[in-house]
């Protein structure tokens, strides 16, 4: 088992239930170890939440920090997978002031070039949506800078893993 540090992304079916997140982003600072990303949803199965969690760690960190989650009453099951077994992506929003949009044409071809999408427009400002890795995001983020921008926000990461995860199977067998 490797020592060397990789990303994980870690994908925990939970039940919905309040103080879990205190709970188990406890499990990572005793550990002193940094969420690179986290979010949470609704999953594929009903009545089932969905967290995403990124973090940088060795494999064998990985399987204790997974062992002490699934330890937690409310968790059915966790996963973790490397960035080469996932499918993964960021959304972010941009708000910027709106002359520049008309004003500045290197804007224009910013956001084509990014592939970037205009979700409003008015007199004062307007706002850009763009997904897709953190890499890409972060560039855009660094091209708009020179600009100006009044607001970014971006979201934790989304994954879908390349193999079936048989969840939805496992949780039958416990008639979930």
């Not at 009545?47 to 969690?53: E, F, K, L, N, Q």
């Not at 990014?114 to 997904?131: C, P």
């Amino acid at each position: 088992m490797s020592t060397e540090k990789t990303t994980y992304t870690i994908s925990i079916y939970t039940e919905n239930t309040l103080g879990l997140l205190n709970r188990i982003s406890a499990i990572f600072q005793r550990r002193h170890i940094n969420i690179e990303s986290l979010n949470a949803s609704a999953s594929e199965i009903d009545g089932v939440s969905r967290w995403t969690i990124v973090v940088l760690l060795s494999e064998e960190q990985m399987k204790k920090i997974i062992g002490q989650i699934e330890k937690q009453v409310e968790v059915i099951k966790a996963f973790y997978h490397t960035d080469e077994e996932t499918i993964y992506q960021e959304s972010c929003l941009f708000k910027i002031k709106s002359d520049l949009l008309f004003d500045e044409r290197k804007i224009q071809n910013i956001i084509k070039d990014s592939n970037a999408r205009i979700v409003t427009v008015n007199k004062a400002f307007f706002v850009l949506e763009k997904s897709g890795r953190r890499k890409e995001i972060e560039l855009l983020h660094r091209e708009l800078s020179a600009f100006g921008i009044l607001q970014f926000i971006r979201s934790g990461r989304i994954s879908i893993t390349k193999q079936p995860m048989e969840i939805s199977k496992m949780l039958k067998t416990f008639n979930y």
